[in-house]
């Protein structure tokens, strides 16, 4: 059951532990469909990102996940898991749901699955094209995908300790630190863009032992390699450094993810993997400057052209 959002132009769907978001005003016959994965302290309002791959002719419907956004119950500590795999349970929820939906909507029997997602969301989104693809899963974008961190030595300990404090109370605070990125975001920042407060905090989310232990996990897992069945893009800065108002180049780099990393492990997804670097672009790429997110997102949908053409050949793994 469909219902208004809070963003012009949307209608949300509650399904088991997410919600799902779709523009109301959808490509007549789409090439494809669309799933765009927020990540830590995040949630789905990148309308102008649906309105691009609208254009392109896709069908885009985004996701809040657990803890998240519009997914958000009483009582909940925003976005803590205990494991990746809560989070891996939530995209097979919403890509089982979203590809019928569209399918309905549109009276285009076949509709090949894309997923748009970004930074923790990104490391949750590898892991589960790898692990429980969707039989329609045809590509995957990250988007500044959350493979490793710039850490301090305090940070380094904290990291260390995470599994026995994740086992002793999973949902202890043991890393707050404010957020100089996400207050560059808004508009009275200094930036471009308009969100809920309480979905994105300005002053950041303080993260739980789970949170880092089941995030730690997850990227050891990317380490060792995994096995994405389709083609991948993975897009990330040029730079990063670290997220503090005194960096001079804080709204010209990443300043959450170590971009070094990404491109270590970016060949380690699959057999097919491309990387789209953008020279000044910030953590979330569709949030940069424009000239960056316009590269961004030409970028991607270029590169969609050539991946959708590709023989399908996928299997969910048993």
Request: glycine share 6%; aromatic share 8%.
């Amino acid at each position: 059951m469909w219902s208004p959002d809070v963003l012009a132009g949307y209608e949300k769907s509650s399904i088991q532990s997410v919600t799902l978001i779709r523009r109301i005003a959808q490509p007549e016959r789409p090439r494809a469909v669309v799933l765009q994965v927020h990540g830590y302290n995040d949630y789905f309002f990148q309308t102008h990102v649906a309105d691009a791959f609208a254009a392109a002719g896709y069908a885009f419907y985004a996701v809040d996940l657990r803890r998240s956004g519009r997914s958000l119950r009483t009582g909940d500590k925003p976005h803590h898991i205990r494991s990746i795999a809560e989070l891996v349970e939530d995209l097979a929820v919403a890509a089982a749901a979203v590809v019928p939906d569209a399918q309905a909507e549109s009276g285009v029997s076949e509709l090949p699955l894309v997923v748009h997602a970004h930074s923790t969301g990104a490391l949750a989104a590898a892991v589960w094209a790898s692990d429980l693809p969707d039989p329609a899963l045809a590509a995957v974008v990250l988007n500044s995908p959350f493979f490793g961190l710039m850490l301090t030595p305090w940070q380094r300990l904290t990291l260390f300790a995470a599994p026995v404090l994740s086992l002793l109370r999973d949902s202890a605070v043991v890393a707050s630190v404010p957020s100089p990125y996400t207050v560059a975001l808004t508009r009275e920042g200094g930036g471009e863009w308009d969100f809920d407060p309480e979905w994105k905090k300005p002053g950041g989310e303080p993260a739980t032992a789970g949170w880092i232990n089941a995030t730690c996990g997850a990227q050891r897992r990317v380490a060792r390699g995994l096995d994405i069945p389709v083609p991948v893009l993975v897009g990330r800065s040029d730079s990063c450094g670290p997220d503090r108002v005194t960096n001079p180049l804080h709204q010209d780099q990443d300043v959450v993810v170590d971009v070094d990393v990404i491109a270590a492990y970016a060949p380690r997804l699959g057999a097919d993997v491309e990387e789209l670097v953008i020279d000044r672009g910030i953590h979330d790429l569709s949030l940069s400057g424009e000239a960056q997110r316009t590269a961004y997102l030409e970028g991607i949908m270029s590169w969609l052209d050539d991946a959708l053409a590709k023989p399908t050949t996928r299997e969910p793994k048993a």
